[in-house]
């Protein structure tokens, strides 16, 4: 199948962007904890593409504070367990945050947090599928595959206006 990437500069960094016929499959920081074998990456896109041309549109927008959402279309694999756990991940609502443990409990054993937290730093489609969403207990903010520095980044950006209006510096 046509598997090829692209990069694109963000606020985060550099971004690569992967693709596998009509789906988005990746989006990966430099530097990032859990890289794909060099395979996963396929061919450099050689032309501009709708599908690459889409997720760069749409990532600056959510950046810039002006998307929620995404219509992009993707397709994260995995195990069994990493993908429940990505589905789940896609339900966390902007703007919010849940805990690995809770998470753990959600997939019916409160003992899973540490698989939970490893199916999270695996996930590929790092922003649309929301792993960043995904604090320590008492909204600790732990460990992300793109650095602590996005995460927080990421997550100040979603905070709710009353939330940012409440801090003083």
């Not at 602590?148 to 510096?169: Q, Y």
Request: hydrophobic content about 35%; glycine content about 10%; some cysteine.
């Amino acid at each position: 199948m046509n598997t090829r990437h692209t990069t694109m500069d963000s606020p985060l960094g550099q971004l690569t962007l992967t693709a596998r016929g009509e789906f988005l499959t990746g989006i990966f920081y430099e530097g990032h904890w859990h890289m794909p074998p060099p395979d996963y990456f396929g061919v450099p896109a050689v032309i501009e593409e709708p599908l690459f041309e889409q997720t760069r549109s749409e990532l600056h927008e959510y950046l810039e504070g002006k998307r929620t959402d995404f219509e992009v279309p993707f397709e994260a694999r995995g195990n069994a367990f990493q993908e429940k756990v990505w589905h789940r991940l896609q339900h966390i609502p902007f703007g919010e945050t849940i805990s690995y443990g809770e998470l753990a409990l959600e997939m019916g054993d409160p003992h899973l947090a540490q698989a939970v937290g490893s199916a999270v730093g695996r996930n590929p489609i790092s922003i649309i599928i929301p792993c960043h969403r995904v604090v320590g207990r008492n909204g600790q903010l732990t460990g992300y595959a793109g650095g602590l520095r996005n995460k927080r980044f990421l997550l100040e950006l979603e905070e709710p206006a009353a939330v940012k209006e409440s801090k003083l510096f």
